[in-house]
């Protein structure tokens, strides 16, 4: 099992930046990936981001391509997102989880991460973003 706890969100005014970050512990021996979802109030669970956890490659989502940033610490066991030229619409709840070596993990190369393909989750940060 492995525990993740999510820190950074906050209040942010439109143009703003934030940076979130997410700490594993536990059994992370197996982490394949992390990744950031965000849901907001009436929508879907979405994805955002995510990075393997021994190689470098990521995917982002369309809405913040360009804007956002993940990257990670394997010595810390910590994955970040770098949230720059936020907009009212980034507005969400945001969720850090984890992608285990798994047949989920052998499509990574194959399509974009879906939230299926990750077993643990964190508790939310809130990123409210005023415009």
């Known amino acids: 099992q492995v525990q993740l706890v999510e820190s950074g969100g906050g209040l942010v005014q439109a143009g703003g930046s934030l940076r979130l970050s997410c700490t594993a512990s536990?059994?992370?021996?197996?982490?394949?990936?992390m990744g950031w979802f965000r849901h907001a109030p009436g929508k879907e669970r979405e994805f955002v981001a995510a990075?393997?956890?021994?190689?470098?490659?990521?995917y982002y989502a369309d809405s913040v391509l360009g804007r956002f940033t993940i990257t990670r610490d394997n010595a810390k066991n910590t994955v970040y997102l770098q949230m720059n030229s936020l907009k009212p619409e980034d507005t969400a709840l945001y969720y850090c989880?984890?992608?285990?070596?798994?047949?989920?993990?052998?499509?990574?190369?194959?399509?974009?991460?879906?939230?299926?393909?990750?077993?643990?989750w964190g508790q939310g940060t809130q990123v409210t973003v005023s415009s």
């Open positions: 536990g059994r992370t021996s197996y982490t394949f990936a």
């Open positions: 989880a984890v992608m285990l070596v798994s047949s989920s993990a052998s499509l990574w190369y194959v399509r974009r991460p879906e939230r299926a393909d990750f077993g643990s």
């Open positions: 990075t393997r956890w021994t190689a470098d490659s990521t």
